[in-house]
DNA sequence: ATAGGGCTTCCCATCATGGGAAGGTCAAGA
DNA sequence: TCTTGACCTTCCCATGATGGGAAGCCCTAT
């Protein structure tokens, strides 16, 4: 008994909040806790440990489908590292092309702001920008379906 | 008449989906539209262009609330091009915080693959990393409130 | 006994976006 | 003229991870 914890301990100790906890729980990604008779649940520590590796995956930016296979992989003594690379290196992929954009918008609004007066003035680059129809800022080529006509 | 478009070719002019429009209109970040008798929006020039100045906030991350906004000071003659640049500085703070962390996980999930044996093995360095009690993966130092002792 | 803090479940909100259903409208072709 | 298909309308639901808050039960220290 004395290694059980209620959920607020679980959750100071892993780092996970006491809501996520429960959600984890409805969602499958950790199982049903033990419950007292009361209803509160209790955790060991190998649940803590869970809890703690579930945060360590999510710091890295592992989404919670990520984290299922990886938490099947943690408990699969026949695993192959290979498999875990795998996920690990579609999570990278994400990571970066999400970085890619990021850095692309902020290299676009730096060049913007970089032309602003910064006075009281209202002319404005930015909003020159954004609003000129020949110089789209950072276009995205993304959804310009342009073969339709204007039927009016 | 001849310039009043549909939705839907309102939207393939702006880049805007129709449903986003919709939506856009329905918190209030653009005015209701005019209606055929049958119903159907119709967007002019002003409102297509406007809808353009929207998809290019947007494809730099602004947030609609920015882009409420930018929308208020790009229609007022008498802004202060530093009340726009303050918006684009916020915003582009935040997206450095943002590109800073994903960087950093980056640089974690690096780190780990490339210790990987990446073979059929079942010893992987990932999920040491990631189930270590004394190394955690890219700890934050967030939400770790540690002063609680363990009761039990 | 009472107060306060922790626990329970349930519902709602975020943020921008899309999917889909049920039904009305319009234009082109048989 | 009727049909067909592509559009439009509104309404509801889902995403993903997280938090807020209410109503009510439980436990412990005063």
Not at 10 to 18: H, L, Q, R
Not at 26 to 32: C, T, V
Not at 91 to 119: F, P, V, Y
Request: net charge negative; charged share 30%.
């Amino acid at each position: 008994m004395s290694q059980l914890h209620t959920i607020g301990e679980a959750a100071a100790d892993s780092g996970v909040s006491a809501k996520m906890i429960r959600h984890y729980e409805k969602i499958g990604l950790i199982g049903a806790a033990e419950r007292t008779e009361a209803g509160y649940r209790l955790y060991g520590p190998a649940e803590i440990h869970t809890l703690r590796f579930i945060r360590r995956a999510r710091n890295l930016g592992f989404s919670v489908d990520d984290i299922v296979e990886l938490l099947g992989l943690w408990h699969d003594e026949k695993r192959a590292s290979k498999d875990v690379r795998e996920v690990a290196a579609g999570h990278l992929g994400a990571l970066r092309a999400k970085a890619a954009e990021i850095l692309s918008m902020i290299d676009a609004l730096e060049h913007l702001i970089a032309g602003c007066t910064n006075d009281d003035r209202p002319d404005c680059p930015i909003l020159k920008d954004l609003s000129n129809d020949a110089n789209p800022a950072l276009a995205k080529e993304v959804g310009h379906k342009f073969g339709y006509q204007r039927v009016c």
